[in-house]
């Protein structure tokens, strides 16, 4: 056989299969043409808007939603790790007292960056303007320098000659709360005082502010106070002691291998806590509630699937004539088929491309529109009180806006089979017989 016999046989076996290979031309112009308004051509049809506008939703939620949890759970974990760090040593058998020794020993291990003594306890504090719970620590002024949360964060005052100047630092919301300033006086209280024949007297001392920080996280910058290492070992009964190491390394996410490193190298006992064992039941919740959101919003984009089954099962209704037309002229049932299924799916891909900008628009700015919303309403509708972060964060991450693209397709697709079916199976003459 020729060349050219061969180029001839190709249009036969066509014609003997339908007449043209699939997604051909004249199918998608038909498609094309279904999806169309009858009286505004450059607009879609109400069916097909209907549908990209659900999808569109759909996508647009998850992505905004996937992007704030996303946000949050860096932000958060940027904030607790910036202040409490990554793992914290505390004495076992005897007193810290070799705490220099022991944190001289930590920093020399490949991985950690800081190794901080501190001494660290609960107490009140108290103004003329009210009072409230903190949690004191005492650090070099060394130390608190290179704290990542408080580092380049300190807003009022300095942290310049903080070991001599007998004063502390306090958080922004903890001095809002007491109206206090650089200079005014906050008093500490603590049961752990003098010991007495009559038991322990509680000890209550007032110390200036020199500094004001702000983390960022208004639970924290409600509550930390800093004050010289060698002032809370005598305001605490700790003389020459520390009640906890904190150390910080350069890859939180390996914590058993630092554990273990450390664990082999220190000479005294030592017990070790990680952030992940501080912070378990917090970042499992968050965990939690991403995932539930997910699955909730997931609902939308399948409430729009629907829309896609009901949408072309009235698009075969109202073009059944039509459709039993084409099979008159020879179109096969998979030509058909084909058709309604490039409705869906066309439907289901414009709506999720544009979900997807919009959402990724919206997520990108989702501070600002926080700002503007709160402006036109006067209210606010992310109260740092409830939320701990003083805004509203958002991270998109390609790897979620994949999944949601790719999980919409598919269910867009799913939902098309069924009404391409049907119109596949529609009989020409049951639909032509009263026209």
Known sequence: MTQSDTDNAAPARARDTGGTPPFSRYERMVAWRYMRSRRRPWAPSAIAGFSIAGIAVGVMALIVVMSVMNGFHKELLDKILGVNGHLFLQASETPLTDYEDVVKI?????????????????????????????????????????LPGIAGNVKLGTLDGFDSAGGVAIGMRMAENLGLRIGDNITILTAKGAQTPFGVAPRIKAYPVVAIFQIGMSEF?????????????????????????????????????????????????????????????????????????????????????????????????????????????????????????????????????????????????????????????????????????????????????????VMTLVLSTLATIYPSWRAAKLDPVEALRYE
């Open 221 to 405: 910058d409600g509550l930390f106070v800093y004050m010289p290492l060698p002032e809370a070992q005598a305001f605490f009964n700790k003389d020459g002691e520390a009640s906890v190491i904190e150390a910080f390394v350069d890859k939180p996410d390996k914590m058993d291998e630092m554990r273990a490193r450390l664990d082999h190298i220190i000479p005294r006992p030592m017990l070790m806590v990680d952030w992940r064992q501080r912070n378990k039941t917090f970042f499992d919740a968050l965990k939690i509630e991403s995932t539930a959101m997910f699955a909730i919003l997931t609902l939308i984009v399948f409430v729009a699937a629907l829309n896609i089954i009901s949408g072309l099962i009235m698009l075969v209704k109202d073009k059944g004539r039509d459709v039993a037309i084409l099979r008159t002229m020879g179109a096969r049932r998979g030509a058909v088929m084909r058709i309604f299924l490039m409705i869906g799916v066309s439907n289901g891909l414009v709506g999720a491309l544009l979900g997807t900008a919009l959402g990724m628009a919206i997520a990108s700015n989702v501070e600002g529109i926080r700002q503007f919303v709160n402006n036109v309403l006067h209210t606010n509708i992310f109260p740092s009180e409830l939320y701990f972060l003083s805004r509203l964060p958002s991270i998109v991450e390609p790897r979620d806006v994949i999944g949601v693209v």
């Open 106 to 146: 930590v920093e020399k291990v490949e991985g950690v960056t800081i190794a901080i003594p501190m001494v660290e306890s609960a107490a009140g504090v108290s103004s003329p303007a009210g009072q409230a719970g903190a949690l004191v620590r005492g650090v070099k002024e060394n130390d608190v320098k290179r």
